[in-house]
């Protein structure tokens, strides 16, 4: 049975779907904490109503960006966590923090890495007239948004979109990805070979990409 520890930072709904997939489907790992670096992250409350342990490291006064991982990093290990799960955590992160968790901790991304990195990913993506678009489950390594990529969806760029409406389908191919992900590692099927991820050839090939068909 692996602990996975979630951070959060906000709303929380990756974090949200994660829980109940990990519930109903049943995975051999259990949700140890969900961890925030802000007290008034709404997805604490679903957390908590879950049953899920759930802490606030708050990340504002300290005098280094290492001090504060020192000490997120000593509760998340409080968890035994064997897997991290970033999901909206709005915080970036040291070199050393990273490298204590590699190849053990995750993130999703909101855009078709190696496509548009940092922020306003849907914005980035109407400004370039792309076509398709999607969200990205990768390693976390110690340079922002570019580690092995582990599950990517597919969404369609629509004329009329606007960020909020892409976000919108982006996140719900989010929650189905983020979740596929995980168990695949909870399972034992993902390994790092030269700087990617493999997926064991058990899980269907048609699993581990989505395009989504839904154009709201
Ligand atoms: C998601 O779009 C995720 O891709 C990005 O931050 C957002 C978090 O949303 N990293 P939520 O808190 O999971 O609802």
């Known amino acids: 049975m692996k602990n ?31 961890i925030s670096n802000r007290a008034d992250a709404a997805g604490l409350e679903f957390a908590s109503s879950m049953g899920i342990p759930t802490a606030v490291v708050p990340s504002k006064g300290y005098a280094s960006r290492e001090a504060f991982d020192a000490v997120l990093q000593e509760k998340i290990d409080q968890y035994e966590a064997d897997l991290v799960v970033l999901a909206g955590f709005m915080r970036i992160l040291t070199a050393p923090f990273v490298e204590h968790y590699s190849g053990r ?16 990913t849907h914005q980035q993506a109407i400004d370039a007239g792309v076509k398709v678009h999607g969200a990205t489950v990768h390693f976390v390594t110690p340079d922002l948004d570019v580690g092995p990529i582990i599950a990517q969806a597919v969404v369609p760029v629509l004329r009329e979109d606007t960020e909020d409406t892409l976000a919108a389908r982006v996140l719900r191919q989010e929650h189905v990805i983020y979740s596929r992900a995980i168990q695949w590692i909870a399972e034992g099927k993902v390994t790092i070979e030269n700087n990617k991820a493999l997926i064991d050839p058990s899980v269907d090939a048609s699993q581990q990409f989505f395009f989504s068909k839904e154009y709201q």
């Not at 901790?105 to 306003?120: E, K, Q, T, V, Y």
């Open 105 to 120: 901790m995750i993130n999703i991304h909101p855009s078709l890495l190696p496509s548009f990195r940092g922020l306003h």
């Open 4 to 34: 996975i520890v979630i951070l959060i930072s906000g709303r929380g709904s990756n974090m949200e779907a994660i829980v109940r997939t990990a519930q109903s489907e049943k995975w051999p790992a259990r949700i140890a904490a969900v």
